[in-house]
Nanobody, 114 residues
Framework: VQLQASGGGTVQAGGSLKLSCASS????????MAWHRQAPGKQREFVAA???????NYDDSVKGRFTISRDNAKNTVNLQMDMLETEDTAVYYC?????????WGQGTQVTVSS
């Protein structure tokens, strides 16, 4: 499985960005897909996840601001990020556990300026 993340960039606090993660394989077989992020000098942390049936889970720090979705027709998982804060600055990674392995995308940089 190859995952390609895109959509990162620089935005002012309060702004929005939409990240996308394209899979080389059909995502309809993936039980869950997720986004993580890693800020400079910090460990990688969970952001959001979505199950095959559409159930979602968010870290408390992004609840109410971020929305994760999946498009089975396009084999993508998206992360709509609104009301961005400077603390959201990080490299964002999509990942999927599949057939006993954990696959990661290459990451996309999100920078939120004050």
């Amino acid at each position: 499985v190859q995952l390609q993340a895109s959509g990162g960039g620089t935005v002012q606090a309060g702004g929005s960005l939409k990240l996308s993660c394209a899979s080389s394989e059909s995502i309809s077989s993936f039980v869950v897909m997720a986004w993580h992020r890693q800020a400079p000098g910090k460990q990688r942390e969970f952001v959001a996840a979505i199950t095959r049936s559409g159930g979602t889970n968010y870290d408390d720090s992004v609840k109410g601001r971020f929305t994760i979705s999946r498009d089975n027709a396009k084999n993508t998982v998206n992360l709509q990020m609104d009301m961005l804060e400077t603390e959201d600055t990080a490299v964002y990674y999509c990942n999927v556990p599949h057939e006993g392995r954990l696959y990661w995308g290459q990451g996309t940089q999100v920078t939120v300026s004050s």
